[in-house]
């Protein structure tokens, strides 16, 4: 059995990057009970290195190199309110305070931080000062000196620029298309092309400019096409040209989700110009772009029979930095150089598990009852014969997806006897338009069949203990838990709610503001407009907090108390009604954290707590 401990602990190394003259390397590590960033020589040890932030209250996990030697630069929030700030840091004076670079007032935050190539040692970033208007600002990181660049409209606009210059204009129209629109210099507007808001309800990210400022890369669906593309939108004359796409396979969109995922594109360090796109697959697929990166990207491929994560490299593209995705030697960081094509392990993010079995994860197909495909990935104990108790793991979103990768939940539950089932139902990203448009109005409906039909599935092939079934998740995860507990109160042995929603009028109408005006292609086009009386209805009849007296399901209730996305009160209605009714529940409410715990003390909290639960409940192995 893995220990906790060694699970869960932040990792030893991760985030690492080169800096722009290949000289020295930047990455993550733990200090002061917290991931911090480090800084060293590019031939130096870790012993070596220089600990550049001091943050003992929440780990840092975004960070930025400068095109000045001296400076770097890192976000933070205060106990995962996601109120976004940008520091920077003195590498001449790594132990002397950071500096706020962008002193918001409450509620604001910072929305992106892009380099300026046309006026060295300054920023552009994405900011709310104003409360509920993203403007972009061209910040001197050596002072501070803030300049507002461009005033955005109203929520439901957003204004892309090429170093600061307004080139794209993307307004939302009644129905939810997303109009694009070419921004002359007159001051003049070309209508470009309208994107349907059913196919993208969390927009066509990467939604950026291109290197050279003359067009727009967006992810769209090409007419005909069910598959995600990568598609340039020309700014003088409109053409839309496909830049990459597979047959089969739609362009990844998670690594707009957070950090915690691999980037989607991958850009020339000196120029800008896209040299990769990840698109998904049973594992990952990296498409190179240009012939020098697919060059690179042969050599790269050597080092492991993973899927490259983060990736790095200098000005001249000689030295590379890569990490790797893969299910069982998680996040392997080597150093590459291209001239030589000589490589060496820089890093291994939990050396602690080098002993440890772990359990590989396999992509695994299966039709829905009602014919449509669906992708899973299950992840089996090492060894096991028979049936085993089986926990149905929920992602959140739910427009995201499961994807192959190294899972600590998984690889826990594993060492323990169980198996996790990680399910790509309908309305999830990535398989494509129709299985999007195949979610709308099926919360709690044919989204929750599909999770139950996964369940038959393992129990038919002998790998799931029916007896023995679990399910768990965060966010919307967490409310798929809630119905399976409600819905079909007597499918499930034990049930863990994490950071989900009971409410689904609550939850939206106790969303940020700066938020909403994503909800008409989401929330209120998948779901219903709680504003709306002939929609208000359905929604409640769909939300588990109408249904909890049906619960009878041993369950955890698990929030953090500074989730602004999914507020705490959704988790303190469910629980208050259960208590009052003299059912038994559970409640692990943590002060410090927001939507999904960060804090190591915190995490292993949680799954010693799951480990406890799940041991009373499914049997499993608990020592």
């Known amino acids: 059995m893995i220990a906790i401990e060694d699970l869960f602990a932040d990792p030893v190394f991760s985030g690492a990057s080169i800096s722009a003259d290949g000289q020295r390397l930047a990455y993550l590590a733990p200090a002061h009970g917290r991931t911090q960033v480090w800084v060293r020589g590019i031939d130096q ?36 309110n996601e109120d976004w700030h940008l520091y920077r840091v003195d590498l001449e004076n790594p132990s002397g305070d950071p500096v706020d670079l962008t002193p918001l007032p409450p509620g604001g935050r910072v929305w992106g931080v892009e380099p300026s190539k046309s006026v060295p040692g300054t920023l552009l970033v994405t900011m709310n000062q ?138 020339d360090r000196a120029t800008g110009e896209l040299i990769a796109a990840r698109f998904v697959g049973d594992k990952p697929i990296i498409k ?60 291994d993010p939990y050396p602690q598990l080098s002993g440890a079995v772990l359990a590989p ?62 399910v790509n139902f309908r309305g999830s990203t990535g398989s494509g338009a129709a299985h999007i448009r195949a979610g709308i109005h099926e919360w709690a409906g044919k989204m929750h069949d599909d999770l139950i039909d996964a369940c038959e599935w393992a129990v038919k092939e002998g790998i799931a203990d029916p007896s023995r079934l679990a399910i768990f998740g965060g966010s919307y995860g967490g409310y798929a838990t809630l119905v399976g507990v409600t819905f079909t109160p007597d499918y499930f042995a034990a049930a863990v709610n994490y950071v989900g929603i009971s409410n689904l009028a609550n939850f939206m109408q106790k969303q940020p503001v700066m938020f909403r005006p994503q909800h008409k292609n989401c929330f209120h086009r998948h779901i219903g407009d709680p504003e709306n009386p002939a929609e208000l209805p359905d929604l409640l009849e769909r939300s588990p907090i109408t249904h909890v007296d049906k619960i009878t399901t041993p369950l ?52 010693r707590t799951i480990e406890r639960f799940f041991g009373e409940h499914l049997g499993s192995r608990v020592s």
């Open 361 to 422: 994860m396999r992509a695994i197909h299966f039709e829905a009852r009602d014919g449509l495909p669906i992708t899973a990935f299950l992840t089996e104990p090492v060894g096991a014969s028979g049936p085993v108790p089986l926990v149905l793991k929920v992602h959140g979103g739910p427009w995201s997806h499961d994807t192959w990768t190294f899972d600590r939940d998984a690889q826990f539950f594993a060492s323990r006897g169980i198996a996790t089932l990680q």
């Open 556 to 607: 955890l209730v698990v929030h953090g108390a500074m989730d602004v996305r999914v507020v705490r009160e959704e988790a303190d209605i469910l629980v208050d009604a259960l208590r009052a009714r003299g059912a038994t529940v559970e409640y692990l409410l943590k002060d410090d954290e927001g939507h999904g715990f960060q804090n190591p003390e915190n995490v292993m909290d949680l799954f």
């Open 45 to 80: 040890s870790h012993d070596e290195a220089v600990c550049v932030t001091h943050d003992a209250r929440r780990g840092i996990k975004t960070y930025y190199w400068t095109d000045d030697p001296r400076w770097l630069l890192y976000l933070q929030d205060t106990d995962g």
């Open 130 to 267: 104003r409360a509920l208007e993203a403007d972009t600002f061209r910040i001197v990181v050596a002072t501070g000196e803030t300049t507002l660049l461009i005033e955005q409209g109203d929520l439901g606009t957003a204004v892309y620029a090429h170093d600061g210059e307004p080139r794209f204009l993307m307004e939302m129209d009644s129905d939810g298309t997303y109009n694009y629109f070419a921004l002359d210099a007159d001051g003049g507007r070309r209508f470009l092309h309208g994107a349907p808001g059913e196919d993208h309800p969390l927009g066509t990210m990467p939604s950026q400019v291109t290197h050279d400022g003359a067009g727009l890369l967006l992810a769209l669906f090409p007419e005909g096409s069910d598959d995600l593309a990568l598609v340039r939108l020309d700014h003088a004359t409109g053409e839309k040209t496909v830049l990459a796409a597979i047959e089969g396979h739609d362009l990844c969109q998670m690594g707009y989700h957070g950090p915690r995922w691999a980037p989607c594109l991958y850009t």
């Open 288 to 347: 190179p772009l240009t012939p020098a990166f697919a060059e690179v990207l042969a050599e790269l491929s050597k080092l492991s029979d993973g899927v490259i994560g983060g990736l790095s490299s200098d000005k001249t593209g000689t030295r590379w930095v890569v990490s790797f995705v893969h299910d069982t030697q998680p996040g392997l960081t080597y150093l590459y150089d291209h001239a030589s094509r000589k490589s060496e392990l820089l890093f």
